[in-house]
């Protein structure tokens, strides 16, 4: 999943020069939706199934589709506006925020976490205020689209536990889908955003809908009951990483120094902040008392 989410970056900038964001995100999730309503009966065997829920399991993918809205439409927008490599690093920052966000529900954050924050803010200052010391529109909506990220992980720890992971994420796809073509409609132009409909550009939407979609929302909701909220965002530590290497290989960007340090830094302290206790006692445990 992170790996694959890590390869958008590059290939989301370069779709958005002929496509418009909410164009973008909309077919993108259609694509994913109708990849999963064909399929699937067959995806079932992931996970065991769960007894519907009816109405509570339908508001529970609405509430998932509308925060991954608000987070792909933050971060496509803001990849219009600043690097795929520093897009990466600071969607990263998602991990550092699933414990911000977790203190609401009654847990205690340690001195390790707060370390971790601290370090993330210095290495997302080095790597995106650059020479200007200014922080640009595309890092700000990135950070938000980040926040959005982070509350996924959380609600989607809460909702695995109970109900049916693929058919909270056929609702959660669709919403998200659908919202965006409303938006598409009511902002963009009357051909959907779509200015010149490259053949990169459907390469794009259909490994964006497929893989990183359909499958890895689909794998996230089948698999994140048997982890905890801090683990799953541990795990994704590795997408900013992805990212950067993807954004060098791919889109040719050059890191200078000081964002390498900077996006260094954000990721040890994305790991620092997860395992430091267990390093430290030299036991398994967790920044957070959530397990």
Known sequence: MTAAWGLTFPIIKDSVKSISPFSFV???????????????KKFTSLAPAVPAKNRA?????????????????????GLKYTSASNAGFI????????????????????WFT????????????????GDSLSFGLGDLLILGCAFAFALHI??????????????????????CAVVSGVFALLTESSELGISSFTQSTVLSLIFCGVVATALAFLVQSSFQRFSSPVKTALIFTCEPVFGAIFSVWIASEMLNFQQYFGGAMMVLAMVVGEIGPSLIKGRHSNPLSDE
């Open 26 to 40: 909309s077919i993108r999730f259609f694509i994913g939706s109708l990849f999963l309503w064909i399929g699937g």
């Open 154 to 175: 959380v609600l989607v720890g809460k909702f695995s536990l109970i109900y049916d992971p693929v058919r909270m994420t056929n609702v959660q796809i669709l919403v």
């Open 114 to 129: 707060w370390f971790a924050i601290g370090m993330s803010t210095v290495g997302i200052a080095l790597l995106s205020l």
């Open 57 to 77: 399991e339908w508001i529970s993918g609405v509430i998932l589709g509308l925060v991954l809205f608000c987070g792909y439409s933050l971060q496509t927008i």
């Open 91 to 110: 969607t990263g920052l998602a991990v550092v925020m699933v414990p911000l966000i977790m203190i609401f529900s009654g847990n205690k954050i340690r």
